[in-house]
């Protein structure tokens, strides 16, 4: 799969072993990509490798999942996949921080959920799938984060107007004889 | 001296009143009571609450017009102040809490977003309060400073002086409503006759340039 990081953003790639962990991911997962951007090393991985390169990350010090992010690359410049995902991983006793990017697609976007491995990811992932309708297989309880229960867009999505569908509008009007 | 005379004789023009009486219509003196104890919903969502608190704190001293009783609770206050915006999410709240609200009520939006939604033009901001509850009085400002706020207040007090009554007949407004509408019915549209004025013609061809030509988009 290719990826959309190499031309989107002025970072350069890198071989595995400027990663710190990059031979034991090659040696676990076979190659991935990596590149380093001001200074962060970044992987980008296959979607349906993601659960256990991050399972094997957790076991190499990252005890900390700083945030699950999405973008959304609908008619981007140079980009080949859709949503790109975003782990920011950390390590609270050796100070390394780990960007980790996997892309996914319509018309079924899904990735496995990474809750078992982080608790915070409970609540990062909901907010993921309540802005851009990414399923993550495997969660607990993915509901909305922000927006209504009722709401049924994902409103972060590019092709999703910026004033809506009318739904700040839907309500009942409520006058001086009403009250 | 006053009091020893009689308050009315049969055949006279006018009352006589004794000293420390006033005679008043029981509307406006209701009104007076109410115009004067204001207590205020804080609905305080944004940046405009902190106007709203400076608004009440020792400085600009809203009890000045009795208006200083800020309550939490809906079912104490008469006047919901609507400050900062609403979004889709909270707009069922605002609605309900204005509904708990008693008899006589009234709502003053204040600032931009609460009034038309302001910069926030999105999916989940509400684009001004009033299309889901009945506002009085808007205050503009971004935030609006605290003297713009007590000058919708006294506009509110003078409102209440001018249209009360103590039965609250001024709140059933369907018939005043239609009656307003018909007063402002807009005009039919006027035909412009553009042949014999030169001037006309050049801006209306300037406009339609304008709206045709792609090159100004880009």
Redesign the interface.
């Known amino acids: 799969m290719s990826s959309p990081s190499d031309t989107l953003h002025e970072s350069s790639k890198t071989s595995p072993a400027a990663n710190p962990h990059g031979e034991a991911l090659e040696q676990a997962y076979g190659p991935l990509e990596y590149s380093v951007y001001r200074g962060q090393q970044r992987v980008v991985v296959p979607a349906e490798k993601s659960f256990d390169v991050l399972a094997l990350l957790k076991q190499r010090g990252f005890d900390l999942l700083v945030d699950v992010s999405c973008v959304d690359y609908l008619e981007y410049r140079g980009a080949t996949d859709r949503y790109g995902l975003i782990y920011l991983l950390a390590s609270t006793t050796s100070n390394e921080r780990l960007t980790v990017r996997a892309f996914v697609n319509d018309p079924e976007p899904a990735i496995a959920s990474v809750v078992p491995l982080w608790k915070a990811a409970n609540w990062l992932e909901r907010e993921v799938w309540d802005m851009f309708g990414i399923h993550f297989t495997g969660h607990p309880d993915l509901r909305r984060l922000v927006?209504?229960e009722a709401f049924t867009?994902h409103?972060l999505r590019k092709d999703?107007?910026?004033?809506?569908?009318g739904?700040?509008?839907n309500?009942?009007?409520?006058?001086?004889?009403?009250? | 001296m006053a009091l020893t005379q009689p308050v009315s004789q049969p055949g006279a023009s006018h009352l006589e009143l004794p000293e420390n009486v006033v005679v008043s219509r029981l509307d406006e003196l209701a009104s007076w009571c109410r115009k004067n104890s204001l207590w205020p919903m804080p609905f305080a969502t944004a940046c405009c609450g902190i106007e709203l608190m400076a608004t009440g704190a020792a400085k600009h001293d809203l009890a000045r017009f009795g208006a200083e009783v800020f309550r939490f609770s809906p079912r104490q206050c008469d006047l919901m102040i609507v400050a900062g915006r609403v979004v889709?999410?909270m707009?069922?709240v605002l609605?309900r809490i204005?509904?708990q609200m008693h008899e006589p009520?009234w709502c003053i939006s204040m600032g931009a977003c609460a009034s038309t939604g302001g910069v926030f033009?999105?999916?989940?901001?509400?684009?001004g309060i009033d299309?889901?509850?009945?506002v009085d009085m808007y205050v503009p400002g971004c935030p609006p400073r605290p003297e713009q706020l007590i000058q919708a207040i006294i506009d509110l007090q003078d409102k209440i002086q001018r249209e009360g009554t103590i039965t609250g007949r001024e709140?059933?407004?369907?018939q005043r409503q239609q009656r307003k509408r018909a007063l402002v019915e807009i005009p039919q549209l006027l035909t412009v006759d553009a042949s014999r004025n030169p001037n006309l013609q050049r801006q209306l061809a300037g406009s339609a340039r304008d709206l045709h030509d792609p090159s100004d988009l880009q």
């Not at chain 1, 999703?160 to 569908?165: A, E, F, N, T």
């Not at chain 2, 999105?122 to 684009?127: G, R, S």
């Open positions: 927006m209504p867009a409103p999703y107007p910026l004033q809506g569908r739904e700040r509008h309500f009942p009007v409520i006058t001086r004889d009403h009250s | 889709m999410k707009l069922p609605q204005w509904q009520k033009d999105t999916y989940a901001v509400v684009q299309r889901f509850i009945p709140f059933n407004t369907r």
